[in-house]
């Protein structure tokens, strides 16, 4: 780490990024993540964690010690400093004072919804939509809702490109906050529900017991868990990767195979599902299938050394030894390679070339 990276703590996690994209991502931007929360410059507060963090009456209760100084950003601005989206814009015309007055919450409870991207706002400043959001979160509030079920049908609706505002609201007998349709209640993706279904365990909780499981190595209690979140949320592609790797840990390659391709599907561009299926691949003998795939996945992530490692070793074994040059030579421009090794089987596989070459 270099003194002016600044060392991020991410509470939680972020929703389609595995830990080693993340760390990628992280490094790439000059930032130093850490385990602990005590040295931690910036705190990233994860959409996931809303139900433990956020109390029902719209407090923070974080549970962990942080440095005076530190700061709490919201996932969706580090995911802008990262890159990933463009950051807030700066067109608002209510200042935090007027969104008070007229939204009937105080000024803790937007924080809180800002940390949590309910809100965004830009520079102190509100937009007429996030005026819009705050007095439809005020109204919930008002009428019983608890503020951590409030951020969960706001985040469900984000993910459906609409807001707290744009949808009629009410809170259900179990906690939860759902949609009106046709007078009838039903989940933030229309799916109607019968006035006494419900569960307090959404697909994040689902999510965090499933690895509390693999933690633990309860491989069947993790699978379990994981393809009951799938079933709450069928659009992060981290849970079936997730769900992938247990399944290959429990020797069942064909169904991992499968929750690999979900993954893909969801998100074409993930490179860990990419190099998790090669291996898959590789390792039942599908040699150019898993080449296609590892091609993939440093499409994907042109830093991916792993991939690019696997397939230099692959063409080697299959004395393809011109393509596994290339592919080694890419591996040397990225920083963090092992200079010494791969120069070393780029040497032998120009001396095994041209044995073969003096053979013909």
């Known amino acids: 780490m270099t003194a002016t990276e600044e060392r991020v703590y991410v509470f939680g996690r972020l929703r389609g990024l595995t830990r080693r994209r993340l760390e990628s991502?992280?490094?790439?931007?000059?930032?130093?993540?850490?385990?602990?929360?005590?040295?931690?410059d910036v705190?990233?507060?994860g959409h996931n964690v809303a139900g433990r963090?956020?109390?029902?009456?719209?407090?923070?209760?974080?549970?962990?010690?942080?440095?005076?100084?530190?700061?709490?950003?919201?996932?969706?601005?580090?995911?802008?400093?990262?890159?990933?989206?463009?950051?807030?814009g700066s067109n608002g015309q209510y200042s935090e004072d007027q969104v008070v007055a007229h939204s009937g919450l105080n000024a803790a409870q937007l924080q809180t919804l800002r940390l949590f991207d309910v809100l965004a706002p830009a520079d102190g400043r509100y937009s007429y939509a996030?005026?819009?959001?705050?007095?439809?979160?005020?109204r919930l509030f008002s009428s019983g809702a608890?503020?951590?079920?409030?951020?969960?049908a706001a985040l469900a609706l984000e993910r459906r490109g609409e807001r707290l505002s744009s949808v009629h609201l009410a809170e259900a007998p179990w906690g939860a906050v759902l949609q009106i349709l046709e007078g009838a209640l039903a989940e933030m993706d229309g799916q109607l529900l019968l006035p006494l279904e419900g569960s307090n365990l959404d697909a994040d909780g689902a999510f965090a017991l499933a690895e509390e499981s693999e933690q633990e190595g309860d491989l069947l209690s993790a699978r379990r868990w994981y393809e009951r979140a799938l079933r709450l949320d069928a659009t992060d592609p981290v849970i079936p990767f997730n769900?992938?790797?247990?399944?290959?840990?429990?020797?069942?390659?064909?169904?991992?195979?499968?929750?690999?391709?979900?993954?893909?599907?969801?998100?074409?561009?993930?490179?860990?599902?990419?190099?998790?299926?090669?291996?898959?691949q590789e390792n039942?003998?599908?040699?150019?299938?898993?080449?296609?795939?590892?091609?993939?996945?440093?499409?994907?992530?042109?830093?991916?050394?792993?991939?690019l490692h696997n397939a230099a070793l692959l063409h080697m074994r299959r004395r393809e030894f011109a393509a596994a040059i290339e592919f080694l030579k890419r591996i040397?421009?990225?920083?963090?390679?092992?200079?010494?090794?791969?120069?070393?089987?780029?040497?032998?596989?120009?001396?095994?070339?041209?044995a073969a070459k003096a053979r013909e």
Not at 146 to 152: D, E, L
Not at 284 to 298: I, K, N, P, Q, T
């Open 243 to 280: 769900l992938g790797n247990v399944l290959d840990e429990l020797g069942l390659a064909l169904e991992a195979e499968v929750a690999y391709r979900r993954a893909i599907a969801l998100s074409p561009d993930m490179a860990d599902a990419w190099f998790n299926l090669g291996v898959l």
């Open 284 to 307: 039942v003998g599908r040699d150019r299938e898993a080449l296609f795939s590892y091609e993939h996945a440093f499409a994907a992530d042109p830093t991916y050394a792993d991939a």
């Open 25 to 40: 991502l992280a490094a790439a931007a000059g930032v130093a993540l850490t385990r602990g929360t005590a040295a931690a």
């Open 332 to 354: 040397l421009s990225i920083p963090a390679s092992n200079a010494a090794e791969i120069r070393r089987l780029a040497q032998l596989c120009r001396l095994e070339a041209r």
């Open 53 to 88: 963090a956020v109390s029902d009456d719209g407090g923070l209760r974080l549970g962990f010690r942080r440095k005076p100084n530190a700061r709490l950003v919201s996932e969706q601005a580090f995911r802008a400093r990262l890159g990933l989206q463009s950051a807030a």
């Open 130 to 138: 996030d005026l819009a959001a705050a007095r439809a979160a005020g």
């Open 146 to 152: 608890k503020f951590p079920k409030i951020i969960a």
């Open 43 to 45: 705190i990233v507060l």
